[in-house]
C-alpha cells in the first residue's frame, strides 16, 4: 500500500513537498515515480528514481524545480516542488514498480499505486 500526503493549496511561486509512505512490503528494490493529472487530461508521469538513488528523471515541464528522493530506511518517497506554476495543480500519485523498461516517466513499468493527493497553485 503506498499512502502520499503533504498536498494542499499554495499560491504560486510557492512550495510543497509530497511524501509517499510504502506499508506491506520493502520499498527498497523498487522503482518510484510520482505522476500527476489534472482535471480533463491524461495522466502524465512528473518524477522517477531507481532502486538505490542513483538515477532520476524528470518531465520537463518540472526540471530544475521539482526534486525526487527516498529515504529506504523508512520506505518513504518524497517530491519536493519549489517556485510552483498553476499548471502544476492537479492530483498527485506515487506509484512503484519492479522495472522501467518502458521508459522512466511510464506508467506502465509501475504496479502499486497510492490514492493521491491534491495539489492546487493559484
Known amino acids: 500500500q503506498l499512502v502520499e500526503s503533504g498536498g494542499g493549496s499554495v499560491q504560486a511561486e510557492g512550495s510543497l513537498k509530497l511524501s509517499c509512505s510504502a506499508s506491506?512490503?520493502?520499498?527498497?528494490?523498487?522503482?518510484l515515480g510520482w505522476f500527476r493529472q489534472a482535471p480533463g487530461k491524461d495522466r502524465e508521469g512528473v518524477a522517477s528514481?531507481?532502486?538505490?538513488?542513483?538515477?532520476?528523471h524528470y518531465a520537463d515541464s518540472v526540471k530544475g524545480r521539482f526534486t525526487i528522493s527516498r529515504d529506504d530506511a523508512s520506505d518513504t518517497l518524497y517530491l519536493e516542488m519549489n517556485s510552483l506554476k498553476p499548471e502544476d495543480t492537479g492530483a498527485y500519485y506515487c506509484?512503484?514498480?519492479?522495472?522501467?523498461?518502458?521508459?522512466?516517466?511510464?506508467?506502465?513499468?509501475?504496479?502499486?499505486w497510492g490514492q493521491g493527493t491534491q495539489v492546487t497553485v493559484s
Open positions: 528514481i531507481s532502486p538505490g538513488g542513483s538515477n532520476k
Open positions: 506491506g512490503y520493502r520499498a527498497n528494490g523498487y522503482y
Open positions: 506509484a512503484a514498480g519492479t522495472h522501467a523498461l518502458y521508459g522512466p516517466l511510464q506508467s506502465e513499468n509501475y504496479k502499486f
